[in-house]
Structures are given as structure tokens and as C-alpha cells.
């Protein structure tokens, strides 16, 4: 059966997608710890991280990364911390949150009343920091499937 990542991934359930490449997607999960919360989902079904391929693994890394800079130029947070936790949905996700403190890495401070609106600013910004940065085909990608 399809994981609900699965399923927006395919557009069945829709997202607020920022990047996606042919291995990879990013989109902003519905409960932000902080502004600009989004997680890296690999395309391929993997329950958990250290059952990714180790090339899957550094892929994801690399696209967090490209993430990361783009949340410090989009949210001007002291750092972007990032959770690996899979608990929540068995399909792995990287959690790259814009942080100042390592108190703001806890799912007890996930926005669950998070309004469309603040999404949508979240995900806009984070789409023009991507493509100021150079990943304008990412972002137009992701934008053509969600």
C-alpha cells in the first residue's frame, strides 16, 4: 500500500512542494515546527534511513543542504537544524527546520494550527530563495507535479 508521502508525491494528496528531482522531493510538512519547516522525501519508497541506499542517502543530504541555504537566506534563522525521527510516517523524510536554538528541534513545538496562508508564504519564499540560488528547474519541477 502507498505511504500518504507516496500519495503526495503522486498528487493524489496535494502538498506545497518547493523541489523535486528524479530521486527526490521536498515539500512543507502541515505542521511546522518553525516557518519554512520541510521535509526531504525520497521518491522510492524506504521505511527507514539506514535502509537507503548509501548514494540515495548522500542525495538526500546534498538536496537538504541546498534546502538549508535557502531557508537561512528565505527565514534568517542562527542555524537549520535537522531531525531524521520516522516515526510519524513509514517512508523516510528529513526534517530541515530553520532553527535558533536546539530547544526549537521538538515535534511538542509543531505548529498543528499552521493556516494555509502562512504555508503558502512559507513555501513562496522558500521557492524564490531556491531559485535565486540557482535551482529554478527544481522549483519549476516541482511546481509542474504538484
Known sequence: MATLFTKII???IPGRFVWRDDRAVVFLTIAPIRPGHALVVPIAEVDHWLDLEP????????????VGK????????????MII???EVPHCHLHVIP???EADLTFAK???GASPEA???AAERLRAALRDQGHGDRVDAALRRS
Open 99 to 101: 532553527i535558533d536554538t
Open 70 to 81: 535557502a531557508q537561512m537566506q528565505a527565514f534568517s534563522p542562527t542555524r537549520i537544524g
Open 119 to 121: 504555508l503558502d508564504d
Open 110 to 112: 509543531a505548529d498543528h
Open 10 to 12: 503522486e498528487g493524489e
Open 85 to 87: 525521527a520516522g516515526l
Open 55 to 66: 548514494d540515495l542517502a548522500a542525495h538526500l543530504m546534498v538536496v537538504a543542504q541546498h
